[in-house]
């Protein structure tokens, strides 16, 4: 059973920066290519951030370039968001996916999820 823990969530001013860890544990962490995502009070979720399997490519979604840094550690198993220059309105519920098919820019279908870690944002 494959399983995504995230962890480093919490309360930051605007402008600040946080770093956002996901642990995956059941299959081989290489496997998978590794996603962001995200849901606002009242929204839907949405796509932040990939990396593929190998961490030589990524893709983030446009109001996040320049300030959010996806990457990953194949012997730690961890997939990492480094965000910088946070605002309000980034605050939200952060989510780990693990994708098992091919990675191709600008998509991604997740299989599996993790429970999320909250990240707010005061002005």
């Known amino acids: 059973q494959v399983q995504l823990v995230e962890s480093g969530g919490g309360l930051v001013q605007a402008g600040g920066s946080l770093r956002l860890s996901c642990a995956i544990s059941?299959?081989?962490?290489?496997?998978?290519?590794m996603g962001w995502f995200r849901q606002a009070p009242g929204k839907e979720r949405e796509f932040v951030a990939a990396i593929s399997r190998n961490g030589g490519s990524t893709y983030y979604t446009d109001s996040v370039k320049g300030r959010f840094t996806i990457s990953r550690d194949n012997a730690k198993n961890t997939v990492y968001l480094q965000m910088n220059s946070l605002k309000p309105e980034d605050t939200a519920v952060y989510y780990c996916a693990a994708d098992r098919g091919p990675y191709k820019s600008g998509s991604f279908g997740a299989d599996y999820w993790g429970k999320g870690t909250l990240v707010t944002v005061s002005s």
């Open positions: 059941g299959r081989t962490f290489i496997s998978y290519v």
